[in-house]
T-cell receptor, first 111, second 112 residues
Framework: QKEVEQNSGPLSVPEGAIASLNCTYS??????FFWYRQYSGKSPELIMS????GDKEDGRFTAQLNKASQYVSLLIRDSQPSDSATYLC???????????FGKGTLLTVNP | SQTIHQWPATLVQPVGSPLSLECTVE??????LYWYRQAAGRGLQLLFY??????ISSEVPQNLSASRPQDRQFILSSKKLLLSDSGFYLC???????????FGPGTRLTVT
């Protein structure tokens, strides 16, 4: 059973701080990793993809991947109240197109 | 640019009634298509995926079925709904050679 684990939260940070969201996965053969943001009552929105070990930056978002530790994280710098949402980690393993999703971490950014 | 549509947005159905949810994608050809369900307090569960017309892979044995009658159309059906079918149904698409999936707005189904 391939698993993706996330701390359910809630993770509460003050406005302007760095929010750190973490995800671990069980399938050592996984090759592609994604972060989605889901506002309450809405559908998930893809915000970051990462395929290689190291960091990938896009604006205020940085995804970090460590395949040896089977760990992927998302850092949000200068957190804003509009970043308050559930963040889903998704992992692709194997030879098909399926993604396995974690249950998500609820982030609350306090003004 | 690509756009994905789902309808209806919300649906309330009695137990034992049939179901038909529709998803269409615009602005791309031969997309991979996916149906997910998100139940309250649970993660996203992949129900079906399709890599082409008439090609459907089922992930979870249950009373739901899927069809892909046209390249950019994906339909989720049931002959008789159960209470446990309640949830947020999401359609997603990806390019043929990509693993990045993009979600539609979803259908919130309540079975009473």
């Amino acid at each position: 059973q391939k698993e993706v684990e996330q701390n359910s939260g809630p993770l509460s940070v003050p406005e302007g701080a760095i929010a750190s969201l973490n995800c671990t996965y069980s399938d050592r053969g996984s090759q592609s990793f994604f972060w989605y943001r889901q506002y309450s009552g809405k559908s998930p929105e893809l915000i970051m993809s990462i395929y290689s070990n190291g960091d990938k930056e896009d604006g205020r978002f940085t995804a970090q991947l460590n395949k040896a530790s089977q760990y992927v994280s998302l850092l949000i710098r200068d957190s804003q109240p509009s970043d308050s949402a559930t963040y889903l980690c998704a992992v692709k393993g194997g030879s098909n197109y399926k993604l396995t999703f974690g249950k998500g971490t609820l982030l609350t950014v306090n003004p | 640019s690509q756009t994905i549509h789902q309808w209806p947005a919300t649906l309330v159905q009695p137990v034992g009634s049939p179901l038909s949810l529709e998803c269409t994608v615009e602005g791309t050809s031969n997309p991979n298509l996916y149906w997910y369900r998100q139940a309250a307090g649970r993660g996203l569960q992949l129900l079906f995926y399709s890599v082409g017309i008439g090609q459907i892979s089922s992930e979870v044995p249950q009373n739901l079925s899927a069809s892909r009658p046209q390249d950019r159309q994906f339909i989720l059906s049931s002959k008789k709904l159960l209470l446990s079918d309640s949830g947020f149904y999401l359609c997603a698409w990806s390019k043929t050679d990509s693993y990045e999936q993009y979600f539609g707005p979803g259908t919130r189904l309540t079975v009473t």
